[in-house]
């Protein structure tokens, strides 16, 4: 049974639950196709200090609420109130880059499952996220070119170490929208599976997850962030990996490889 009393979220639209190790955010804003407001942005960050600070998640699910899309983008309707002039403009982008960066720096690995849309910010969302799984009616795109919109180098640090530069300058050039396969071709999905797979499929890969050492794994998203650009480059992803040496894990892990076992791994 899921644990829908995680913690609680800032917002309704934004709804979380707890299924054993494995947490889920669900984006539930269905009047807007789960398009993501300044509300919903502004909670982010709060959302993910809560889930960094919960020991017993080990993974995260992102996903659209219920059969809806993972998210059509920002709520188009506040381009006339919030982010009317450029001082709100501005306002309102830094808080698209404090949810992405809050999501990026869990230390949990976290999957984006992707049905329908994913568009515009609720597409930077995924690329915030260590894995994206896509449905074959998975529909991606960065409709900024067509709406004036900036993205400022913090956020498309995430799109480059997705797909590159050239594959990021083309969507953002050209504002178009590609499938799920052009997606999986360009290294943005991890795998395409049928709509109704979809949820099996990530909820089994997450299972896989949490079920392995939490100390090497958040070691490995450090490291791995750092290498690709996403991360500050400080010294905090050389600390995690040396600690995972001197933790119970790590003991744990090599006993049970002698005794043929499966290793039962608590976060110590």
């Known amino acids: 049974m899921s644990d829908p009393l995680l913690l609680p979220s800032p917002t309704a639209k ?7 190790a494995v947490a889920t955010l669900s984006i539930d804003n ?32 992102v996903r659209g609420a219920g059969d809806g899309p993972f998210a059509s983008g920002a709520d188009i309707a ?29 230390p949990q690995p976290t999957i984006a499952m992707i049905r329908g849309f994913c568009l515009g910010g609720g597409f930077g969302l ?26 400022p180098p913090g956020a498309m640090r995430m799109v480059v170490a997705a797909m590159g530069a050239a594959a990021a300058k083309d969507l953002f050039f050209t504002a178009r929208r590609i499938d799920a396969e052009t997606a999986r071709s360009l290294g943005v999905v991890r795998d395409v599976v049928a709509p109704e797979a979809l949820e099996a499929e990530v909820a089994g890969l997450a299972q896989v997850i949490a079920a392995n050492a939490p100390l090497t794994l958040r070691a490995a998203k450090a490291a791995i962030d750092k290498a690709s650009g996403i991360a500050a480059p400080d010294g905090s992803a050389a600390a995690l990996a040396a600690a995972c040496f001197d933790s119970e894990d790590y003991r744990e892990g090599r006993t ?6 499966a ?6």
């Open 30 to 61: 269905p009047a807007r196709r789960n398009a993501l407001d300044l509300e919903m942005w502004r909670a982010l960050p709060e959302i993910a200090a809560g889930l960094a600070r919960d020991e017993r998640v080990r993974a995260l699910v």
């Open 263 to 268: 290793p039962v791994f608590r976060g110590r």
């Open 126 to 151: 995924a690329l915030a996220c260590d894995l994206r799984i896509a449905g074959r009616d998975a529909v991606f795109g960065i409709p900024a070119g067509r709406l004036g919109v900036g993205y």
């Open 78 to 106: 506040e381009f006339e109130t919030v982010r009317a002039d450029a001082a709100g403009g501005r306002a309102y982008e830094a808080a698209n880059e404090a949810a992405f960066d809050a999501l990026a720096a869990l």
């Open 14 to 20: 934004l709804r979380l639950a707890l299924d054993g």
């Open 256 to 261: 049970a490889f002698l005794d043929k076992r």
